[in-house]
């Protein structure tokens, strides 16, 4: 019985993985940061924005699904980013932006996003 269970969980384990490689070996190449710009693709199928809420709620124009766009709003120092849907108004996440490397974020179904 223990033979059993252990290849069972070798077998989750192993599924696992392959299914991380396909998802995310499938991605791409990763682009660079371009510094002073924040690019926010809206991959999901959802609109969204980013709102800088250091700069008093300073935010992107909606990027629609499907589209991305490129924000040149340099900075000299890290700050909080708030990245949200549009339609219905959801908050998602927050990562930290430095205008000195700059940030590309694709924002996903889930709805999630990452950095790429």
Known sequence: MKSAY???VRGLVVSGAVGAVVAFG??????AATPGTLYLCSGGSYAS???FP?????????????TCQSFN????????????????????GSFTYDGRAGANIRTVD???????
Do not use: K, W
């Open 6 to 8: 252990r290849l069972a």
């Open 26 to 31: 499938s991605a791409g190449v990763a682009q």
């Open 49 to 51: 924005v980013a709102s």
């Open 54 to 66: 250091e700069r008093g709620g300073f935010s992107t124009y909606v990027v629609n699904a499907g």
């Open 73 to 92: 709003y340099g900075g000299d120092h890290a700050e909080r980013v708030d990245i949200e849907m549009v339609y219905p108004d959801r908050y998602i």
């Open 110 to 116: 889930g709805p999630s996003f990452y950095p790429f």
